[in-house]
T-cell receptor, first 112, second 115 residues
Framework: DQQVKQNSPSLSVQEGRISILNCDYTNSMFDYFLWYKKYPAEGPTFLISISSIKDKNEDGRFTVFLNKSAKHLSLHIVPSQPGDSAVYFCAASPKVGGKLIFGQGTELSVKP | DTGVSQDPRHKITKRGQNVTFRCDPISEHNRLYWYRQTLGQGPEFLTYFQNEAQLEKSRLLSDRFSAERPKGSFSTLEIQRTEQGDSAMYLC?????????????FGNGTRLTVT
């Protein structure tokens, strides 16, 4: 059973516009949520996280929103840049520092 | 660079052979994780250690797979009698347990191809 789902395998956005990546989860015990970015032939790189006591966390161009009642989180990138083109994974855990359950990933392409 | 290091980067082996991968975590991190990733999927959890103790194993980890972290520093993942279905990217990650906001930091993986 897929506890963390990213239903869009790909997303294409124009440079300078907003990219919105979505993620849904089913396990109400998840308490800590993260987004990772992955380039080909490299491991995932941590981007931004949010704990369940918050509904928003911002770091530069990246903002993560958490809607616990809908069991939904999203990553906003604004403005999008061509270097943001990568596969983005959302992940969740019942606690900080615990094992992560990953979604299937969304491949973002930012076109100049 | 003091990130997570994995060796080798690539391994090609014939079905039935044994393979061993090594992971060196970030030095101050006490937790070490192994994940497996296949094409089009997210990383799947295999097992993790806190110091030298193996605290959890996924049911994905058949008895052909064994992981060790003998001194609480580096870890090895061995696959015995490899099968073609074992072909995947094997990722290692480390984190600091109890360190507040402590995400997992991943290495660049070992890509295994079983022919």
């Amino acid at each position: 059973d897929q506890q963390v789902k990213q239903n869009s395998p790909s997303l294409s956005v124009q440079e300078g516009r907003i990219s919105i990546l979505n993620c849904d989860y089913t396990n109400s015990m998840f308490d800590y949520f993260l987004w990772y970015k992955k380039y080909p032939a490299e491991g995932p790189t941590f981007l931004i996280s949010i704990s369940s006591i918050k509904d928003k966390n911002e770091d530069g161009r990246f903002t993560v929103f958490l809607n616990k009642s809908a069991k939904h989180l999203s990553l906003h990138i604004v403005p999008s840049q061509p270097g943001d083109s990568a596969v983005y994974f959302c992940a969740a855990s019942p606690k900080v520092g615990g094992k992560l359950i990953f979604g299937q990933g969304t491949e973002l392409s930012v076109k100049p | 660079d003091t990130g997570v290091s994995q060796d080798p980067r690539h391994k090609i082996t014939k079905r039935g052979q044994n393979v061993t991968f090594r992971c060196d975590p970030i030095s101050e991190h006490n937790r070490l994780y192994w994940y497996r990733q296949t094409l089009g999927q997210g990383p799947e959890f295999l097992t993790y250690f806190q110091n030298e103790a193996q605290l959890e194993k996924s049911r994905l980890l058949s008895d052909r797979f064994s992981a060790e972290r003998p001194k609480g520093s580096f870890s090895t993942l061995e696959i015995q009698r490899t099968e073609q279905g074992d072909s995947a990217m094997y990722l290692c990650a480390s984190s600091l347990a109890g360190g507040g906001n402590s995400p997992l930091h991943f290495g660049n993986g070992t890509r295994l191809t079983v022919t």
